[in-house]
């Protein structure tokens, strides 16, 4: 069975200071990744999405920048946080882009 | 722009009773998709729909879509107090939107025992 990994499973951070969030996906080869931000009490986002290793879309502009360094793998950065990245940060895979997908348990990030 | 929403903010109902959440979209879509989100969780899969289905049913879930209204509903039947959730739609784009799920604001369901 596959299962997905999300780390840290909280974070609060400063105004400033950089960020790194975490994605991992066990049981499946070459899975389409995704990862999506929202902010509390209101929808989910589609930030990014990528089909291979080393390939990412990107679909919102938030400062954020995501990379696929390996094919279970998927990282969202960025070097200077803002207040507005406060939120609850989702990673998501697919077997294909049309099809179901399957979230992950989340990371609440609270920037103060 | 391609735009998913349910058309209801909350709904409120008794345990047993049936509810049914709506959504209405634009622009062409290649499937509709239903989601449960549980407090402090990530969102669940309830139905996908393509758009050349008009029906499908997920034991006590029921999800219709119309493609020339552009609109979708998700029944629930004989609810209980765990479907208590945040329900979304969301659409999945063609051509340039291929890969781009789109979700609507959510609708809170509150199931009272």
């Known amino acids: 069975a596959q299962t997905i990994h999300q780390w840290p499973v909280a974070e609060i951070k400063a105004v400033g200071s950089p960020l790194s969030l975490g994605c991992t996906i066990k049981?499946?080869?070459?899975?389409?990744l995704y990862w999506y931000w929202q902010a509390t009490g209101g929808t989910l986002q589609q930030l990014f999405y990528?089909?291979?290793?080393?390939?990412v879309e990107s679909v919102v502009q938030l400062n954020l920048s995501a990379s696929r360094p390996k094919d279970d793998q998927f990282i969202l950065s960025t070097e200077k946080l803002l207040l507005s990245h406060s939120g609850f940060y989702l990673c998501?895979?697919?077997?294909?882009?049309?099809?179901?997908?399957?979230f992950g348990p989340g990371t609440r990030l609270l920037v103060l | 722009s391609q735009l998913a929403e349910e058309n209801s903010w909350a709904l409120s109902v008794h345990e047993g009773e049936s509810v049914t959440v709506n959504c209405s979209y634009k622009?062409?879509?290649?499937?509709l998709q239903w989601y449960r989100q549980k407090s402090g969780k990530g969102p669940a899969q309830l139905i996908l729909?393509?758009?050349?289905?008009r029906e499908k049913r997920n034991g006590r879930l029921r999800a219709t879509l119309d493609t020339s209204s552009q609109s979708s509903s998700l029944s629930i039947t004989a609810t209980r107090c765990e479907d208590t959730a945040v329900y979304f739609c969301?659409?999945?784009?063609?051509?340039?939107?291929?890969?781009?799920?789109?979700f609507g604001h959510g609708t809170i369901l509150r199931v009272h025992p």
């Open positions: 049981g499946k080869s070459s899975p389409n």
């Open positions: 990528s089909i291979t290793v080393g390939q």
């Open positions: 998501a895979w697919s077997l294909d882009l049309q099809d179901t997908q399957y």
């Open positions: 969301a659409t999945e784009g063609t051509g340039a939107n291929t890969g781009k799920l789109t």
């Open positions: 622009t062409s879509i290649t499937a």
């Open positions: 729909i393509r758009s050349n289905e």
